[in-house]
């Protein structure tokens, strides 16, 4: 009697899911689901809930998922029970639309299929980069850019928990770093018993862990160190393990895991906004422009870097010196040639005999004036402050809300990708930015710089809570590519605009667009 190879008994093993236990059976290159998802690599396990955590491949869309794995006994009526409670909570989340969340794709309760032990399995959009193990393996990131990369993370998770969902952003190897530099939720399915407060205990131990390369929640995963405590058993804080550390953000990680901060306060934090408040005091941009040999220019993030920027005092009072310098240097030739100019146009027009006003039409052809100059007799409005406006709820990047008023056209604000377009039947009603001036003025238009060519937005007044079609219209506009000027209708003061996208262009599969820069031109006040 011939004997079976080892390779060919292996292999009708995986076709007959025959197998000793569910860690032999889940591997690389098996299929799950009536052979849909094949399993590429596992990236992590949560032992807490028998958990582990997949790439694979949907053979019907053609496209890497992320599959979260339940595993178990399927006669164990508690464990069954728990993996339902799970696979509910996943199915009501799949409606959830934000940057800080993988998207839920399809839910499997456990079928004949799959191998046994297999009690159901979480699909979600596949979240390209790395987990966080991996991005503090060399050390922990400055505090500037660890509270830059939470930020989506923790609007995540404050804009799930206003729509009754609990994420379960709680486990290292679940929360993965894209290559755009953005924290998300990559695996989602929380814990049958999991709350609200779970979430916010997982931001404090993330930002614990970029801070000191330590987690601070429950057993630490298979090599990462765990967080230290003093002699009275309390966490010890962030800024006492690297005193680079800013207090703040050594309080609200402490607090958030519900431990007494170093003062002994031992009241906790308990929401996601909490700590976004925080996140967004400290964080730090350091995008960086590089021309390529195409001439093309690309920005990089600096999400690697390790050394938090210095200010060098002596060159920065040198640089402000020869700045003011420069600059009444530079008004004064502006000066003496604007004089200059005008004698010859009114000495020209004199001689003519015509009596010519060289104004807005003499200067510009069909009256128009450069779209990055005000228009006649306006003044550019300062804009002081920009806050987020979800008509949803949920905010779309808010830590780089601040880019559309630095005056740099080089920096942007996007939107989430959304899976439908906005408007009264879609997924929200619109998302923008409210612009608080520094004094009340009468705005007379808006001249906004975007790469969103197609996009279509109102600008409305506030009056009380800001709302996509509350308030009064003054403008509105479809943008074109670089800047588009928008004339409003403003007759009286006011010390705020709301400036809301309607509509998005279609972009990467669904809907999104992006701002560079907005400009308020008008008169005082």
């Known amino acids: 009697m011939t004997s079976k190879p080892t390779e060919q008994i292996a292999a009708e093993r995986d076709e007959s899911g025959d197998e000793g236990s569910t860690e032999q059976a889940l591997h690389p290159g098996r299929v799950l689901d009536h052979g849909r998802y094949r399993l590429l690599s596992q990236v992590g396990v949560d032992d807490r809930c028998n958990v582990q955590l997949w790439r694979a491949k949907d053979g019907v869309l053609g496209r890497d998922v992320a599959l979260t794995v339940l595993v178990g006994d399927r006669s164990d009526a508690e464990a069954a029970s728990n993996a339902r409670r799970t696979l509910e909570r996943a199915m009501h989340a799949s409606t959830f639309n934000h940057i800080g969340v993988a998207r839920v794709l399809d839910v499997v309760t456990q079928s004949s299929s799959d191998p046994t032990g297999v009690l159901g399995i979480v699909i979600a959009e596949w979240t390209h980069g790395t987990d966080l193990l991996d991005l503090v393996a060399e050390g922990p990131l400055p505090p500037g850019t660890a509270a830059r990369l939470l930020q989506p993370l923790a609007a995540a998770v404050e804009a799930a928990h206003h729509a009754g969902l609990v ?198 052809p069909g009256g128009q004036q450069p779209p990055d100059q005000p228009s006649a007799n306006l003044i550019k409005i300062p804009v002081n402050n920009a806050t987020q406006f979800s008509g949803n709820g949920s905010p779309d990047n808010p830590g780089r809300l601040r880019n559309i008023i630095d005056g740099n056209p080089a920096t942007d604000w996007g939107t989430s990708r959304y899976n439908q377009q906005l408007g009264p039947g879609g997924i929200s009603p619109g998302t923008g930015a409210v612009l608080t001036f520094d004094h009340a003025a009468v705005p007379q238009e808006i001249l906004i710089n975007s790469a969103s060519a197609g996009t279509v937005v109102e600008v409305r007044t506030v009056e009380g809570t800001p709302s996509a079609d509350g308030g009064t219209l003054l403008g509105s506009a479809t943008l074109g590519n670089g800047d588009t000027p928008i004339k409003l209708n403003a007759s009286a003061p006011v010390q705020q605009i709301l400036v809301v996208i309607k509509q998005l262009i279609s972009k990467d599969g669904g809907y999104a667009a992006q701002i560079n820069e907005i400009t308020v031109n008008g008169t005082a006040g």
């Open 167 to 364: 994420l379960g952003a709680d486990h290292p190897q679940r929360i993965r770093v894209t290559p755009d530099g953005e924290i998300r939720m990559a695996f989602p399915g929380p814990m049958a018993q999991a709350t609200s407060s779970d979430d916010v205990r997982g931001l404090g131990s993330a930002l614990y862990l970029l801070l000191t390369g330590r987690w601070a929640l429950g057993p630490a995963p298979e090599g990462l160190p765990a967080a230290p405590t003093g002699p009275d058993g309390n966490l010890v804080a962030p800024r006492t393990l690297r005193p680079t550390v800013p207090l703040e953000l050594s309080t609200v990680a402490v607090r958030a895991l519900g431990n007494p901060d170093s003062t002994g306060t031992t009241g906790g934090v308990r929401t996601g906004a909490a700590v976004l408040r925080v996140l967004e005091q400290h964080a730090t941009f350091e995008n960086t422009s590089t021309v390529g040999q195409s001439g093309q220019s690309t920005e990089s993030n600096e999400v690697w870097r390790r050394e938090d920027p210095k200010p060098d005092q002596v060159k920065r009072k040198k640089l402000m010196i020869s700045v003011g310098v420069l600059a009444v240097a530079t008004l004064l030739v502006v000066g003496w040639i604007a004089a200059s100019l005008i004698g010859m146009f009114t000495e020209n027009n004199t001689n003519r005999g015509t009596g010519q006003i060289i104004g807005e039409s003499g200067n510009h």
